[in-house]
């Protein structure tokens, strides 16, 4: 499994988990507010900024039938019609370019989510080096096929998607040109619970398809985020918002710059840890082998004498023999006088 070039950054199981701050909807339709969350994003460490390139029409139809309207009474946005959501959540597409140069300013890479084929046309435009497909779009298969037409990466959200789904999803990304893919393990619920994230089917989607995975994450707070590293994630990505009390469509699930800080430093911390599979002292640990137990004298024995529980004890430091040896030399003799203090060894007995 090769490395992947975002952007600038390669990304792979031997590089620093990549972390994406995803703006959605967070600007409250206020380019100020987008810039803000473009500043707080690079001071929080992350290392991309995404977006959602489409407008109301390009998302559903101005109906009012019931299928149209949200009505999960336990869902963020019940009671809005779709298109009234939509409109109330888009970037505007002529802010992209003064959020992307920001970003670029201040070190990250910014990239979007595009939602029919103009916005793949516009992000062209602009140049995106990488392109995201959300969950529920990832059985747009004309779509799919667009963005991979491009020649540019792509990261592809699996939530809802059945295992046979994710085939067609991946064949069509690959067929139409995509040579560089991520995958995110994603529960399509907003929040999402950490007991619905199912984070270990990280590993299993990697060996199934051989490709990268990663995490989006809807979950509260960092500790699903940190574990899915130790399942091998490669990328996490987590809504973002300057204050989750200004509210907002995506605010309750959002990540503020604090939350976002320590994800990057947790992470940067968990893969880190990963390290290799590895027994015995580490380099970093050969100070303190001479602290482990041994066998010492205890109290002072005259040439002549036998060992016993009195006069020899297991104690640390390390310097004498292995307590393996312990029932060994008891009842031994001591070749001359040993005073207390004296790490045990074969040429005293």
């Given amino acids: 499994m090769d490395e992947?070039?975002?952007?600038?950054?390669?990304?792979?199981?031997?590089?620093?988990?990549?972390?994406?701050?995803?703006?959605?909807?967070?600007?409250?339709?206020?380019?100020?507010?987008?810039?803000?969350?473009?500043e707080e994003a690079a001071n929080s460490g992350a290392h991309a900024l995404k977006l959602q390139t489409y407008t109301a029409d390009t998302?559903?139809?101005?109906?009012?039938?019931?299928?149209?309207?949200?009505?999960?009474?336990?869902?963020?946005?019940?009671?809005?019609?779709?298109?009234k959501l939509y409109q109330q959540a888009y970037t505007p597409w002529e802010w992209h370019k003064p959020i992307f140069d920001r970003a670029y300013e201040l070190g990250l890479t910014p990239f979007s989510t595009p939602f029919d084929e103009t916005a793949v046309d516009?992000?062209?435009?602009?140049?995106?080096?990488?392109?995201?497909?959300a969950s529920f779009e990832n059985n747009d298969l004309p779509l799919i096929k667009k963005v991979?037409?491009?020649?540019?990466?792509?990261?592809?959200?699996?939530?809802?998607?059945?295992?046979?789904?994710?085939?067609?999803?991946?064949?069509?990304?690959?067929?139409?040109?995509?040579?560089?893919?991520?995958?995110?393990?994603?529960?399509?619920?907003?929040?999402?619970?950490?007991?619905?994230?199912?984070?270990?089917?990280?590993?299993?989607?990697?060996e199934l398809f051989d490709v990268q995975v990663?995490?989006?994450?809807?979950?509260?707070?960092?500790?699903v985020a940190v574990a899915s590293i130790a399942l091998g994630a490669t990328v996490v990505e987590k809504h973002f918002t300057l204050?989750?009390?200004?509210?907002g469509v995506d605010a309750a699930f959002s990540m503020e710059p604090l939350e976002m800080k320590t994800l990057v430093n947790e992470s940067r911390r968990a893969w880190q840890a990963l390290g290799k599979v590895s027994y015995g002292?580490?380099?970093?640990?050969?100070?303190?082998?001479?602290?482990?137990?041994?066998?010492?004298?205890?109290?002072?024995?005259?040439?002549?004498?036998?060992?016993?529980?009195?006069?020899?004890?297991?104690?640390?430091?390390?310097?004498?023999?292995?307590?393996?040896?312990?029932?060994?030399?008891?009842?031994?003799?001591?070749k001359h006088k040993l005073t207390a203090g004296t790490p045990l060894s074969w040429d005293l007995i």
């Fill in 148 to 206: 991979a037409a491009t020649g540019k990466p792509m990261i592809i959200s699996t939530g809802m998607a059945t295992l046979a789904e994710l085939d067609e999803t991946i064949k069509a990304a690959r067929e139409s040109g995509c040579n560089d893919l991520i995958l995110l393990k994603c529960t399509s619920t907003y929040p999402a619970t950490p007991e619905n994230t199912n984070i270990l089917t990280i590993p299993h989607i990697r």
């Fill in 59 to 83: 998302m559903t139809l101005n109906i009012e039938n019931p299928e149209f309207f949200i009505s999960d009474e336990d869902n963020l946005w019940q009671g809005n019609s779709l298109y």
């Fill in 281 to 334: 002292p580490t380099e970093a640990e050969e100070n303190s082998l001479r602290f482990r137990r041994s066998i010492y004298v205890a109290q002072d024995i005259q040439a002549g004498a036998l060992l016993t529980e009195e006069n020899i004890r297991v104690v640390r430091p390390g310097h004498g023999l292995p307590p393996k040896y312990y029932d060994t030399v008891l009842g031994q003799r001591a």
């Fill in 243 to 247: 204050d989750r009390a200004d509210g």
């Fill in 214 to 223: 990663g995490l989006s994450d809807h979950t509260l707070g960092t500790g």
């Fill in 4 to 38: 992947i070039n975002l952007g600038g950054r390669n990304v792979g199981h031997n590089r620093e988990p990549f972390i994406i701050a995803e703006m959605s909807g967070n600007h409250n339709q206020s380019l100020e507010r987008a810039l803000q969350i473009v």
């Fill in 122 to 133: 516009f992000l062209e435009e602009l140049n995106v080096p990488f392109y995201k497909i």
